[in-house]
């Protein structure tokens, strides 16, 4: 696709832990699920991969990889809402017919975000 894509047709990735590996063959960014929760710092992988820097863009990718995995722990988007009312950004509120996350996979995302400094 990218090969035979015009100038002007942008190829995005669907899937944020696939976005470095499709720029690093021609690309042209994400519609992403992690930047909700690290806007900055998924912005900047997605700027390396863009100009070049793949070394800085794959310690990004490798410092994201796990937030980038648990955000489907469970349906899209419960993970990414129950992370960013733990980072105190929204309130912990779903209408269904999504419904709060499992204690159990709630822990797992805890314990992520604790790694990443976000809570």
């Known amino acids: 696709i990218i090969k035979k894509a015009p100038s002007?047709?942008?190829?995005?990735?669907?899937?944020?832990?696939?976005?470095?590996?499709?720029?690093?063959?021609?690309?042209?960014?994400?519609?992403?699920?992690?930047?909700?929760?690290?806007?900055?710092?998924?912005?900047?992988?997605?700027?390396?991969?863009?100009?070049?820097?793949?070394?800085k863009a794959k310690l990004m990718h490798y410092k994201l990889m796990d937030l980038m995995q648990v955000n489907f722990i469970e349906t899209n988007p419960l993970p990414v809402k129950t992370a960013l009312s733990l980072m105190g950004k929204i309130e912990e509120v779903f209408r269904l017919p999504l419904v709060p996350m499992e204690e159990k996979n709630k822990l797992v995302l805890k314990d992520v975000l604790r790694d990443l400094g976000l809570i």
């Open 8 to 55: 002007y047709f942008s190829v995005l990735s669907g899937d944020d832990i696939l976005t470095l590996p499709l720029i690093s063959v021609g690309g042209h960014g994400c519609i992403s699920v992690v930047s909700n929760e690290v806007p900055k710092y998924f912005s900047q992988l997605i700027a390396y991969a863009l100009n070049g820097d793949f070394k």
